[in-house]
């Protein structure tokens, strides 16, 4: 089979790839490090090696309007149709570069600390064993609907000083925006994303204003009043990065914990392992991230003459997407990659991406899901599957849509 006979396997929209990408990723890498999706027009980058190399390449952005025109790169100027959701976005740490990501990132650093995040592990502990007690009186639950996701949000929302009663709305405004992510996204899923954006702006202004008057301590009101030798977070940049750390932190805990426990069902003897105490679940998070990733793409965007990936000369422009999915299966970087080893341990994963834009909730996620594991092991320790789950019709942001489940 040709490489192109290969490529034309990579149907993102297809249900039956969906809900088994990594077969056809697997032939693909091992054909080539690299191909043209004839569709979006990306060079798209298969083996972690490469993937590991573009992510920390300073002549790749994740923008490049501060260097270059729409029309200097040969793009369209975006939408105006979504022009709430580009303003969700605009200063989001995910899509910054230099100088602007420098001084952003440094301000939020000083607030969402590795120790201010260990300080929150009681609290987590606590939302986490609320809703497992709830799940604990039903014959079966999805854990996804009656517990990941009211979970996550309630510890991002405690975090952040949203009261409890508004997470519901910044969870389906969370739902609705990050659909724009995909490759492709139809004009009416396009028009409830940026309607959800507006939304959510005017919450997060609102939020602001009462933390401005009332401090409180917690996440927005901190970044509100941080500072740096005399450098100050504007209200534009409070909004894109308070909305930017529910969505990334909300989508990747839940969708990590359905793809990995799925996954423990499926391997009984790995799951056994949690149970008997042989693998601490600090260290199974790591396995939960690499093997079913909860994100399959990422994207760059060459900035500089002169780039060359995988023996590709690039043009200023070109857009480089790189697979997940793919590199985290790859056999040159993991031994026996198709094996689900909650015992493997490593860290050095690209869960969480790299770079300068490696995540910034990185501490938080993984406590989450370690929290979230520890419970179901603690009090269901014959958990199972109740029927076999299907993933939602996405590939960039990959989860399930429920998974039900009887201990």
């Excluded at 854990?143 to 389906?172: E, F, H, K, N, W």
């Excluded at 004009?187 to 009462?210: F, G, W």
């Excluded at 200023?316 to 697979?323: P, S, T």
Aim: contains cysteine.
């Amino acid at each position: 089979m040709t490489i192109a006979d290969l490529v034309e396997r990579f149907r993102p929209s297809d249900p039956e790839f969906i809900a088994d990408p990594y077969t056809t990723l697997s032939a693909i890498r091992e054909a080539t490090p690299i191909f043209r999706n004839p569709v979006t027009g990306q060079w798209t980058l298969t083996r972690f090696a490469d993937v590991h190399e573009t992510l920390r390449d300073k002549r790749l952005g994740r923008s490049y309007t501060h260097l270059h025109s729409h029309a200097d790169v040969g793009r369209a100027e975006p939408d105006s149709r979504w022009a709430s959701f580009h303003q969700h976005e605009r200063w989001s740490l995910l899509c910054l570069e230099p100088p602007d990501h420098t001084r952003i990132r440094r301000l939020v650093a000083k607030v969402f600390t590795p120790r201010a995040v260990a300080a929150l592990r009681p609290a987590i502990e606590e939302l986490s064993a609320d809703i497992f007690e709830r799940c604990v009186k039903t014959a079966d639950f999805d854990l996804i609907a009656d517990y990941a996701q009211p979970y996550s949000v309630a510890v991002i929302g405690s975090m952040l000083g949203v009261p409890r009663d508004d997470t519901r709305a910044l969870l389906d405004w969370s739902h609705a925006i990050v659909k724009m992510y995909e490759l492709s996204t139809p004009d009416d899923v396009c028009a409830r994303a940026d309607r959800a954006a507006a939304e959510y702006i005017e919450y997060t202004r609102a939020l602001i204003a009462e933390k401005r008057k009332k401090p409180d301590g917690l996440l927005v009101s901190e970044l509100v009043r941080v500072e740096d030798d005399g450098d100050v977070l504007t209200e534009d940049e409070i909004v894109s990065t308070t909305m930017v750390l529910l969505e990334a932190g909300h989508e990747a805990t839940v969708n990590t914990l359905g793809n990995g426990v799925r996954a423990l069902m499926h391997h009984r003897d790995q799951w056994e392992r949690l149970v008997s105490g042989e693998v601490d679940t600090r260290i199974a998070v790591e396995e939960l991230l690499r093997f079913d990733a909860p994100l399959q793409l990422f994207e760059r965007w060459v900035l500089e003459d002169g780039v060359e990936i995988c023996g590709q000369p690039m043009r200023v422009g070109d857009e480089v997407a790189m697979l997940f999915g793919s590199a985290e299966r790859d056999p040159r970087r993991f031994d026996q990659p198709d094996r689900f080893d909650v015992g493997r341990g490593d860290t050095a994963h690209i869960g969480f991406g790299g770079g300068i834009h490696f995540c910034v909730g990185a501490p938080l996620a993984r406590q989450e899901i370690d929290v979230s594991v520890r419970g179901l092991v603690d009090r269901f320790p014959n958990l199972e599957l109740v029927r076999e789950p299907e993933y939602h019709p996405n590939f960039v942001i990959r989860g399930l849509k429920e998974l039900r489940v009887r201990g």
